[in-house]
């Protein structure tokens, strides 16, 4: 049986941390705040991953409350989805995100984006969309107060192919 699974996240920026999305560190004077390293990517990619297996959120997993994950990698996350997984026997099948942002300008990284994401997750990068657009200047997206991604999955078990 294959699944759909649908994750979502946001996080503000905040001075004085690196920004990272898709596992990747982004060139840009602010990065997103939050109790791990703030890749709103990863975390909505985990999140619809999650969805489909019908599982509780990254947020079960991985608290804020708890101090040691304290500006954790979100690939620490991506490892132990990864592991969910496996134990569940299921494999991406395709994956697609959208980030909304005002700043920074990411067309000139899409492509690394979906190479690093193929390396996480152990797909092609064919299996994968990316894709950036502006909130038009409406809200905190639209002011460049923040970051969010949209993701969605489609899981498939690991002896079929669609």
């Keep these: 049986m294959v699944r759909i699974g649908i994750g979502f996240d946001l996080h ?47 947020g079960c997993l991985f608290p804020d409350t708890d101090p040691s994950l304290k500006g954790m ?44 994401l193929a390396n996480l997750f152990d797909i092609s990068p064919e299996q994968i969309g990316v894709k950036a657009k502006t909130a038009e200047h409406l809200g905190p997206l639209g002011q460049g107060k923040a970051i969010a991604c949209w993701a969605s999955v489609l899981l498939q078990p690991v002896t079929s192919r669609i």
Excluded: W
Excluded at 96 to 111: E, F, G, M, T
């Design 73 to 116: 990698n979100s690939a620490k996350i991506v490892k132990k989805i990864r592991e969910i997984m496996s134990e569940a026997a299921v494999v991406i099948s395709n994956l697609d995100i959208i980030i909304v942002c005002q700043a920074p300008k990411l067309s000139p990284v899409y492509q690394d984006i979906r190479k690093n």
């Design 12 to 58: 503000r920026f905040q001075k004085g941390r690196q920004l990272y999305l898709g596992g990747l560190e982004i060139n840009y004077p602010e990065g997103l705040a939050g109790h791990s390293d703030g890749d709103v990517v990863l975390h909505a990619i985990c999140d619809a991953i999650l969805g489909a297996l019908a599982k509780p959120d990254i």
